[in-house]
């Protein structure tokens, strides 16, 4: 499983690459902050499109080959984006990009369901979500560097290579735990017989399957609430740095020392948090449905800080309350993955965490837009926080009376499809 949290890191580079450039890209080719705002969505337009097909083919086809054709088709996409020139092919380059990193999450979250048994399944989920905020880590000033000596495409070919070297290790290395010689009987049976989803796609055919999870209350009450973090999060994501840089006036460089701040404090509150502290009060022997849903509400709510972003023209100020926010929402976001592997019937995990990560993809869509056109109009940022935080409540709303308990769904109705 290292190596899903190492794709996810590489997969998180091809992102925040554009995000990282925002100020030379709209110097170079003049655009609004409206426009950049449709640029930094584009990503996420063929992202949340493929989502759900993604997911019906990872029940049929298994984690290891859709990977392997997504991680090399990301590593040209990024190549691309480096050496087309006009608005028009970057966005191409970037919807390319988009379904190619369309397995990379709803396989985490699978293979994850197949390698770690139920009362690990907190630090395991944590480990990829938690890459994700790594990168930004260590991928905002590594990009800002490349941006700064080598122009804006430097960023790209630097993302790429990183990408292609990727592809190349996950096809040596990954393998489902049935076919793996890393591990031995006896692990793979702890494995099973501590819940571990069973490989093999459910019966009844992906479409009627999926028509019934769309059916479930449960599955929507986990999808709205995940969107809600999604919005807050895409925002946090593309438009950090170019707040920074052309609200409070940084230079590429000191944005990024800024940046990193939020995705410390993001990296630390996931591992801790949304793993270790899960894992821990599962194991003493509380209810494993009551610590998730209790802990998923708080971090969401921790995330309503982001509002306070909105009453101040301080960059030291708000990223306090920036790094409040996201700290919140990082540990709550590991919680929302190992869902779909707790509630799912068997075969279908890759379907719920797809129709899941579908509609947060769409939030990934209308958050840096919708942002982007708030501040191009107010010439700031402080009403985009505050939308931010408005969707953010609907998510907890969700989470306390759609969700229900943490439990899996009846898999019969599943069989008699």
Known sequence: MTIHRIGIVINYFDRTNISVATKPLMSSYHLTKGEMGILLSSFAWSYALVQIPIGALLDQVGVKWLMRIGTLLWSLATFLTAVVSGMGLIIFSRIL????????????SKATGYWFPII?????????????????VIGVPIVAFAVTAWGWRGGFILTGILSLLYFLAYWIWYRDPEESKSINEAELRYIREGGAQEEGEAPGGSMRNLGYLLGRRKVWGLTIGFAAYGYAFY????????????????????????????????????????????????????????????????????????????????????????SIALGGLAFSAPIGWSIPALIAPKGTVGTVGSIMNFVNNIMGILAPIITGFIAGGTGSFALGFLVAAVVLLIGILSYVFLLGRIEPMECSQISRL
């Open 120 to 136: 690990e399944r907190g630090r395991a989920t944590s480990m990829f979500d938690a890459a994700a905020k790594l990168s930004n």
């Open 235 to 322: 925002l946090f994501l593309t438009w950090l740095p170019g707040y920074l840089e052309t609200q409070m006036h940084m230079s590429v460089l000191k944005s990024s020392g800024f940046a990193i701040i939020p995705w410390v404090v993001a990296t630390l509150t996931d591992l801790w948090i949304g793993g270790w502290l899960v894992d821990k009060l599962v194991a003493s022997g509380r209810d494993g449905s009551r610590v998730r849903k209790t802990l998923l509400v708080i971090g969401m709510i921790f995330g309503l800080a982001v509002a306070g972003a909105a009453f101040t023209s301080h960059a030291s100020v708000a990223i306090v309350w920036i």
């Open 97 to 108: 990009l988009g379904i190619a990193e369309g397995p990379a999450f709803p396989g985490a």
